[in-house]
């Protein structure tokens, strides 16, 4: 596997990769960006071509690109493996009897998306060479939809009938456990629905307690970022029965979960990172129109509102968003809990005002400038509030003023950047004729949430992140050999407890009078390794190079290496006093007095060493 990993590594750069996610920033011979793992102001997210590695001095978090794309896609190596495998045309030899674990996950999730691909198909052929041809067509093209965005988005119908879709399957050989999987179908555990003809198949008669989810419904594929189908919204067809519910979903599966997946965003996410914005709008037909209109940053959330998976997802693309959301009840409603997760997130919002209670879909079908002059007018979403609050109430009346301040701190309350939250408390003091310190006082009381503390001060806190010393400790003594010669000679490799580090520093003191980065790669095969050695020796280079523009290019790399391995050593007694200290228990519990003597003496020797560190 070894070979394969480097191969792909080799045709596929990882700031190329990177690039397609982030919008990276050149820092000397590297390139930075505001990370995506967790909430920054400043890009400490640092990415380096020649080692093909990326580090957070955030979070702590770093790899290559197989770790980038396990972490913003949220899926295991070998998957990583495979995907960046076709990506870059690299053909993978069969997996070993020891993945056969993994093997059958995702042979059970290739399944999956094979019944997906076809079930999409088959709704798709229906409506351009079936049932809907006519009256499903027809529909679609009325609410401005041209053939072109219908055919991109995928769109298709499902006939009525109780078993097409399962009958259809059946035939191209899945089980129907398989299928019911998707979520494609409805167990019926009981009597079959009514009207529903019996099923004329033998061995099979299990299947009547099966029948097709969609029926007589326009059907909207919901893709992932990659393009793949993993569920399915489906309209009620014009004319249909309006007694059902006008929209039904895919349900939760193993490859749609809908808090992680927003509609279109798999042919947005380019032109989002592009414009570093975002259009959020409520419906999928709305999205399809903006697209096809130009306004190809457009994407609709699954549910009802964002989640903050989502609002994640978004900030790896862009910092900007525009919500387009119908203000009714239920639309103010979904807008305010979506807007306190992106205020939480540090998510700039806007609010797009639809004009005269029109969506997306219908501006644009009326007069594309109409929904454009929306969009570049959209406003601030606290200037939003205020307008919109104090147009309710008159701020001369003290149970006003009182209701006033209720519903805005509760918004501002959401806002995770300090300066701008203070700014509003200021502007809502002055509007309403109060002081600060009355209105600051409130906002304590709704005790506010606790924000991640994203500083990067502090040794403790830093170690704390990046959670390795060892790691920290081979990326100085790699990138400054010559300085370190003493300090490495010092070193305990007892006091490196993880198996990988601890034979990276036993072959530098095998080799201490000439070791090299090169030299000492070159003396292990595994993959695991060498990412480690590299993503180590990044990290030192850029911590103490001042590429990251914070004052870090001042310290004292051998000074800090002799605080690192002080503290490793003083992790390893302590570890070894806690065990002690259940070893005195277990010998006076059993009344071996001697023992305990002794252990109570070894005890007091490692409390001495600490206490001298």
Wanted: with cysteine.
């Amino acid at each position: 596997m070894s070979s394969e990993v480097e191969e792909i590594k080799g045709r596929l750069g990882v700031v190329e990769l990177i690039g397609e996610y982030l919008r990276l920033a050149k820092a000397g011979s590297n390139w930075k960006a505001l990370c995506p793992f967790h909430n920054e102001k400043t890009p400490s997210f640092m990415v380096s071509e020649e080692r093909g590695s990326w580090h957070c001095f955030g979070c702590g978090k770093g790899g290559d690109i197989f770790s980038f794309v396990m972490e913003m896609e949220g899926i295991e190596f070998r998957e990583a493996l495979e995907q960046l495998a076709q990506k870059a045309g690299v053909e993978l030899k069969r997996f070993s009897r020891g993945d056969r674990g993994y093997q059958e996950e995702k042979d059970d999730k290739g399944k999956l998306f094979s019944i997906l691909e076809l079930a999409t198909k088959w709704y798709e052929k229906n409506l351009w060479e079936g049932k809907g041809k006519e009256k499903i067509l027809k529909y679609l093209r009325e609410r401005g939809l041209q053939d072109a965005s219908i055919k991109k988005f995928r769109l298709g119908y499902a006939p009525d009938g109780w078993r097409n879709m399962l009958e259809f399957l059946i035939k191209k050989k899945y089980k129907i456990e398989e299928i019911a999987k998707t979520g494609l179908l409805v167990e019926k555990n009981s009597d079959p629905p009514l009207n529903s003809p019996p099923y004329q198949g033998g061995e099979d008669m299990a299947r009547i307690n099966y029948y097709d989810r969609f029926r007589d419904r326009i059907m909207f594929p919901i893709q992932d970022i990659l393009g793949r189908a993993v569920g399915f919204s489906a309209r009620v067809a014009p004319g249909g029965d309006e007694k059902n519910a006008k929209y039904i979903n895919t349900p939760q599966t193993s490859v749609y979960d809908k808090s992680k997946v927003l509609y279109g965003l798999n042919f947005a996410k380019i032109e989002i990172k592009k414009k570093n914005e975002a259009i959020l709008v409520e419906g999928n037909t709305d999205v399809i129109a903006s697209h096809q209109a130009g306004f190809e940053n457009t994407i609709a959330v699954s549910g009802t509102a964002l989640t903050e998976e989502q609002t994640k997802i978004l900030k790896r693309y862009g910092e900007n968003l525009k919500m387009g959301f119908d203000m009714d009840a239920a639309g103010q409603a979904a807008a305010r809990r979506s807007i306190r997760v992106c205020l939480e997130n540090d998510l700039n919002v806007k609010i797009i005002l639809p004009s005269a209670g029109k969506d997306a879909a219908e501006s644009l079908k009326e007069n594309p400038e109409i929904w454009k002059a929306a969009v570049e007018g959209a406003e601030g979403v606290i200037e939003y509030y205020f307008r919109e609050i104090f147009s309710r109430y008159d701020a001369g009346k003290p149970t006003d003023k009182k209701k006033i301040a209720a519903e805005l701190l509760n918004v501002i309350k959401d806002i995770s950047n300090p300066v701008e939250q203070a700014h509003w408390v200021k502007e809502l003091a002055v509007k309403i004729g109060t002081e600060e310190k009355v209105l600051l006082d409130v906002l304590k009381k709704t005790r506010l949430k606790e924000k991640k503390d994203v500083s990067n001060e502090g040794e403790e806190k830093e170690i704390g992140r990046a959670g390795n010393l060892e790691g920290k400790i081979l990326g100085i003594v790699f990138v400054f050999p010559e300085d370190c010669r003493k300090e490495v000679a010092g070193i305990d490799p007892r006091d490196f407890q993880k198996e990988k580090e601890g034979a990276i520093i036993k072959a530098i003191k095998q080799n201490k009078e000439n070791y090299s980065l090169e030299k000492i790669k070159a003396l292990f095969s595994d993959y695991e390794t060498k990412k480690f050695i590299e993503e180590a020796v990044f990290e030192a280079e850029v911590r103490f190079g001042g590429e990251l523009g914070d004052g870090r290019d001042q310290l004292d790399p051998i000074g800090e290496l002799r605080g690192y391995i002080r503290l490793l050593k003083q992790k390893r007694q302590k570890g070894k006093i806690l065990e002690i200290m259940q070893d005195i228990k277990s010998a006076e519990a059993s009344g071996d007095k001697a023992g305990a003597k002794v252990l109570m003496e070894e005890f007091q020797r490692l409390l001495d060493e600490v206490e001298e560190d």
